[in-house]
């Protein structure tokens, strides 16, 4: 049965019972992956098709990263945005702002380049050419997938100093999301109209420019000025998709956003059987800790408490995990040969200086429903042990009657996702 706790769904004990593990799986589990091994599979109605050191915490490496997801869509839900705002703080004349313009962040920790650009278009677009001031920093800043507490790497993208392939990408925008001339500046230029720019220029041609650097943001920055633009991320659930698919570390600060590593994994205990609890230990959010630890039946539990979080929202499982063979990323190159590629999505992990390395996922059956399945490889050679595990998925596919998940890859940049606009005054 399922029972709910803090709106979660706890997926109950598996029904183990005579006859039910596949033989076929139980000889694949020894001979291709090892008997020390530990590999859990697990059918929709809870059946235990193969359970194998399914109970030893090893090192979980980067499928760390599936409680930490199903923390922050508990806490704030797919469609959240994290705002970053742009503040005047001076009058704008002859195209400079004529003092600083305050960046206030609230953790997006998706800030790239094309952003930056996507910003320095706009502020162009309301015509200012020139910062005479400084450009001030409020709150954590993540920029380019590094912390940038100084904002360095922010003050290089907004003058135009980025890759080729980011001033690409943003050229790309359809119309309605380029940054289109204003007539007038908004109310930080004290009333004064200023003809709008014949046409948009871009940076590399007209430049942004700041007399000073980037500086901590004072009090009175953060009472007074006025909000230029305010740029929103792209929705929370298609920003994870993209760190689960490439598995990026920058989930661990992330996981700060859920409330830290304490409270990421008192929600996944809380969400599992009470004997699994034990068995899921949590330093950080993203997998490199060196404390964490993970059993495989607790990891299929936890695959399938995420999965129960999505679909109250109307998401299925691979709208924030990637498909093998599909997605680019860590399983980009894997499980794609015949009858593999598209059926497995799920998650990777790997971490060599804790001999971790592991595979958790999902395959749809016509006949079992979903099926769900956690190899922890320790002490097993990287490059091996993906090979064992792609080995045995390939044996466990050829034992059910799997089919494709139904998933179209959506192509398009997530500088096309995020939302830039004037707050209304």
């Known amino acids: 049965m399922l029972l709910i706790a803090c709106g979660l769904t706890v997926v109950a004990g598996a029904r183990a019972a005579p006859g039910d593990e596949l033989p076929g799986l139980v000889a694949a589990a020894r001979t291709i992956l090892g008997p020390d091994q530990g590999v859990y599979v697990e059918a929709a109605d809870g059946t235990v098709l193969l359970a194998q050191a399914a109970t030893r915490a090893v090192h979980p490496a980067s499928v760390s990263k599936i409680p930490t997801t ?25 195209g400079t702002l004529q003092g600083n313009l305050l960046v206030t962040s609230d953790g997006d920790p998706s800030l790239v380049d094309e952003d930056a650009l996507l910003v320095a278009e706009r502020l162009n677009a309301l015509g200012i050419r020139r910062i005479a001031g400084n450009l001030r920093l409020q709150g954590a800043l993540t920029f ?23 001033w690409a990408a943003v050229r790309a925008l359809p119309a309605p999301q380029m940054p289109q001339p204003a007539q007038v500046l908004p109310a930080a230029a004290a009333g004064l109209q200023i003809a709008a720019p014949p046409a948009v220029q871009f940076l590399t041609e007209r430049g942004l420019s700041a007399a000073g650097s980037l500086v901590p943001a004072t009090a009175q920055d953060a009472t007074s000025g006025d909000v230029l633009l305010e740029l929103r991320s792209e929705p929370l659930l298609s920003m994870l998709k993209a760190l689960d698919d490439y598995s990026n570390n920058i989930m661990a600060p992330l996981a700060d956003e859920a409330g830290g590593a304490a409270a990421v994994q008192a929600l996944a205990r809380s969400v599992v059987p009470a004997a ?12 490199e800790d060196p404390r964490n630890r993970l059993s495989p039946r607790a990891a299929v539990k936890l695959l399938r408490a995420l999965e129960g979080r999505l679909q109250a929202t109307g998401h299925p499982l691979y709208d924030v995990l990637p498909v093998a063979g599909i997605d680019e990323g860590t399983l ?32 749809s059956t016509t006949d079992r429903g979903t099926v769900y399945f956690a190899i922890l490889d320790h002490g097993v ?45």
Do not use: C
Request: hydrophobic letters at 40%.
């Open 144 to 166: 380019d997938w590094q912390s940038d507490p100084e904002g360095a790497r922010l003050r290089r993208a907004l003058a135009g100093m980025t890759p080729a392939a980011a």
């Open 332 to 363: 980009h190159d894997r499980l794609k040969g015949p009858g593999e590629a598209g059926r497995v999505v799920g998650k990777t992990g790997s971490f060599g200086s804790y001999g971790a390395s592991a595979l958790v996922g999902a395959i």
């Open 276 to 287: 699994m609890r034990s068995e899921i230990i949590l330093g950080d959010g993203a997998g």
């Open 381 to 425: 050679p990287l490059h091996e042990a993906r090979r064992r595990q792609d080995r045995f998925v390939h044996a466990l596919l050829g034992q059910l009657h799997s089919r494709p998940w139904n998933y179209q890859r959506d192509a398009r940049p997530a500088i096309a996702r995020v939302e830039l606009s004037m707050p209304s005054r």
């Open 70 to 94: 199903l923390a922050l869509l508990n806490k704030f839900g797919p469609d959240y945005r994290f705002t970053t705002s742009f503040v005047a703080r001076g009058r704008v004349l002859n």
